[in-house]
Nanobody
């Protein structure tokens, strides 16, 4: 089992920045493919960013491309802990949502595969609220 805990959400003015963290603990002895999703009130959950196990393949939603950056802190990664970040710059009111990190070993795919599909992730965090005021 893998447990995910997000942090770093909050209230920020439009144009500001936030950095979300996602700590994955447990059976992380092999690299995890990780992703970020978000859900705004009254809307379906949508893909934000994803990173493959090898970190060679990174994908972003068009709405955040050039403003958000997904990364992994390998200096802090051990067999039982992996940390991922989502740096969010130039935030807009439409970025307001609950942000979720997701992870999976994706054993059926190559190390370079990154998934934009929430159904492919087996582990989810509890979510962190991001509110951008205009």
């Amino acid at each position: 089992q893998v447990q995910l805990v997000e942090s770093g959400g909050g209230l920020v003015q439009a144009g500001g920045s936030l950095r979300l963290s996602c700590a994955a603990s447990g059976r992380t002895f092999s690299s995890l493919a990780m992703g970020w999703f978000r859900q705004a009130p009254g809307k379906e959950r949508e893909f934000v960013a994803a990173m493959s196990r090898s970190e060679s393949n990174i994908a972003y939603a068009d709405s955040v491309k050039g403003r958000f950056t997904i990364s992994r802190d390998n200096a802090k990664n051990t067999m039982y802990l992996q940390t991922m970040y989502l740096q969010m710059n130039s935030l807009k009111p439409e970025d307001t949502a609950v942000y979720y990190c997701a992870a999976d070993h994706l054993p059926s795919y190559s190390n370079s595969y990154s998934s934009k599909r929430d159904e492919e992730y087996g582990y989810w965090g509890q979510g962190t609220q991001v509110t951008v005021s205009s």
